[in-house]
């Protein structure tokens, strides 16, 4: 946890992986945590869900038909920040 020069608290992805799995082992109602662990809600919120969505993203295997050796293949992903992924195979 790290205090800024405006009195904010800043707390890494595995001090709120820790602090939500204090959650589910309370059974409170996230309200009732926050306010008992001093935490604001809308930070509380945002970290369950944008951790949650991380733990469920499922990994998806991608197979070029007909790909062999001897004719191999290319994917490309432009992302919409401009940045651009080439897979080979």
Wanted: net charge positive.
């Amino acid at each position: 946890m790290r205090v800024t020069s405006n009195g904010r608290v800043r707390r890494s992805a595995a001090e709120w992986n820790e602090i939500l799995r204090k959650f589910k082992a309370s059974g409170l109602s996230s309200s009732v945590f926050c306010r008992r662990e001093d935490l604001v809600p809308s930070s509380f919120n945002r970290w369950q869900k944008r951790l949650s969505s991380k733990a469920s993203t499922p990994f998806v295997e991608l197979v070029a038909p007909g790909s062999s050796p001897e004719s191999p293949w290319t994917l490309e992903v432009s992302l919409p920040n401009g940045v651009r992924l080439e897979f080979r195979g």
